[in-house]
């Protein structure tokens, strides 16, 4: 069977998917067991699977739904106790007190503290966390969605504290030619991975900077009064300012200190500087912007999660308010650094299968290191914290079950059919997985404007997978194959490799999904996908013109040390 058609047919999910969420407004619900049993399908007849296999592939993923649904369901259980507390119209009161203008507020929650959020957990905790918080604050559960989604996007990259980059890339390159190559050359792959560190935070820092103007452009055109562009232009100066605050010191961090902290310490000293300014109205413009009125808000913008934050009537001082989240960020840090002992611990207790049904596919969680149980942790602390009465404890736990259960579902069939196309690979007949069969066939369409193309194949692994770090073990062999077939420098291309495979969380549907959990939104994906598409592929194309432009001043090398 030639290689056209068999890019073609690992394609058809994916082509599927997309008309049936963008093309025809289906729901999730409704797509993701079509595209489940399509890529099955291919998979069983022209990948020379069995339905073993398919069935390894898919017991693998209810260990992944579990780490999902778990984290999903911390996060909105946790903003429903503060709910409940009167923590959420503290927070809500403090903001107004920064700035009562939304724009400034996405700057500041979605660009900042989602970005730390992201540097210290990864794997779709700051969309969780920040769009059922916007929903308190008053803003539309869709703008909510559609922004925590964007903000998976620049700190995406050395989320996690790294992981991507030190997991995702060293374990995608680990094997006999890159270790040749670099014993050759004198290096280990701690070099290797500060190099591809360097250029992915400078190219990240180019791009990147425009990411909070892009969110105010998008809350002001399609969810303000007058659906306006100039609503958002007006707040391009502040904008930039709040880029540059992150971008600056991620991509110095970056450059100097490796990949654990880049996210992490820009989003702090950018928060330090931001909200100082925007206390001060620095670059402000003169009026404050409000959205558009809620009773006038059509039905797609609501999702059922609902906050009346005065409901209780309770008073709570806002350190109180906002010391859960603070409290949070802080176990994150102090959990994912490798030089401390709660790691180990942590990653100590581990469930898992291995070999499942005598594939070679496995699966295991370590329930204890997710960041889902670092929240249930802070939950505790909140209830006493708040003094909590038991009714509004019960309250909080009934309202996140019945969210958490509606999106399992969902779940279940889109991560189902990620694995099968990730272990489509483990075939009798030779056949690589769908997904570098496809990265395969490009590359050899594209030849040498491969640069520009470069960060796109890592978005399709994170669209596929939802997740940078699978997209970086997926791919960056792959990557480094073409870099030195094409005799072009290896760091860049697997820098952009990194850089892309952040911009494709933008678009990854089980991150759309678990997103649209939290707030209430179940059903409406598509409308999501159709926004966010577009900083996507603005963060793609800029990506991808950088990598041409660099790599052709560099000229070609086959040496690490380009």
């Known amino acids: 069977m030639s290689k056209d058609l068999l890019f073609f047919l690992a394609l058809m999910p994916i082509l599927v998917a997309a008309i049936m969420l963008v093309g025809f407004r289906q729901s999730a619900r409704r797509t993701m067991p079509v595209t489940f049993l399509l890529t099955s399908g291919v998979a069983l007849l022209f990948w020379g699977q069995g339905m073993v296999e398919v069935a ?138 500060d190099m591809v560190t360097a250029r992915a935070a400078m190219t990240h820092a180019v791009v990147g900077t425009l990411m909070p103007f892009l969110m105010v452009l998008m809350l002001t055109r399609f969810f303000g009064k007058n659906r306006s562009w100039k609503d958002g232009l007006e707040m391009f100066p502040f904008a930039l300012f709040g880029g540059l605050a992150f971008t600056i010191p991620y991509a110095l961090t970056g450059v100097f200190l490796g990949p654990e902290f880049p996210s992490l310490l820009g989003s702090l000293v950018g928060l330090s ?144 059919m990620v694995r099968v196309y990730i272990n489509s690979g483990e075939n009798p007949i030779g056949l690589e997985a769908m997904p570098i069969l496809m990265a395969e066939w490009v590359a050899d369409l594209v030849g040498y404007v491969y640069p520009a193309v470069a960060p796109s194949i890592g978005a399709l692994g994170a669209f596929i997978a939802g997740s940078n770090t699978v997209s970086n073990l997926m791919f960056s062999l792959f990557q480094y194959g073409v870099a030195d077939s094409l005799s072009m420098p290896p760091t860049w291309i697997l820098a952009l490799q990194a850089v892309g495979a952040a911009a494709g969380n933008m678009v990854a549907i089980h991150n759309v999904v678990a997103a649209s959990a939290t707030v209430g939104l179940l059903g409406k994906e598509g409308m999501v996908l159709r926004k966010t598409v577009f900083p996507t592929l603005y963060y793609l194309i800029f990506t991808g013109l950088i990598g041409l432009l660099v790599i052709g001043l560099l000229g070609t090398t086959d040496v690490f040390m380009d």
């Open 56 to 193: 390894a592939s898919s017991i693998q993923s209810l260990f992944i739904t579990f780490d999902i649904l778990y984290i999903v369901f911390a996060a909105i259980l946790l903003l429903n106790l503060l709910k409940h507390s009167g923590g959420v119209g503290a927070i809500r009161a403090g903001f107004a007190d920064i700035s009562p203008d939304r724009r400034v507020q996405v700057i500041i929650i979605v660009w900042l503290f989602g970005s730390f959020i992201e540097g210290a957990a990864g794997f779709g905790t700051p969309a969780a966390i920040v769009a059922p918080l916007l929903v308190a604050l008053g803003f539309p559960a869709l703008a909510a969605v559609i922004l925590g989604m964007m903000v998976q996007s620049t700190a995406v990259t050395f989320g996690a504290v790294g992981t991507p980059v030190l997991v995702g890339v060293r374990g995608g390159l680990e094997g006999p030619e890159v270790a040749g190559a670099l014993e050759a050359l004198g290096m280990g792959f701690p070099e290797l991975l």
């Open 273 to 416: 500087i931001v909200v100082t300014a925007a206390k001060r109205g620095f670059l402000l413009p003169s009026r404050a912007w409000e959205m558009e009125a809620r009773e006038n808000w059509p039905a797609e913008w609501l999702g059922t999660l609902s906050f009346s934050v005065d409901e209780n009537g309770k008073k709570v001082p806002l350190w109180k308010a906002w010391f859960p989240y603070f409290l949070l960020a802080i176990l994150l840090v102090l959990s994912r650094l490798p030089q401390l002992p709660f790691r180990e611990l942590l990653t100590s207790i581990s469930v898992g299968y291995d070999e499942i049904l005598g594939t070679p596919i496995s699966a295991s969680s370590i329930p204890l290191y997710l960041p889902g149980s670092i929240m249930l942790l802070v939950c505790l602390v909140t209830v006493f914290l708040h003094d909590m009465r038991g009714r509004e404890v019960a309250r909080a736990l009934g309202e996140s079950s019945k969210m958490i259960l509606n999106a399992g579902v969902v779940l279940l069939f889109a991560v189902a």
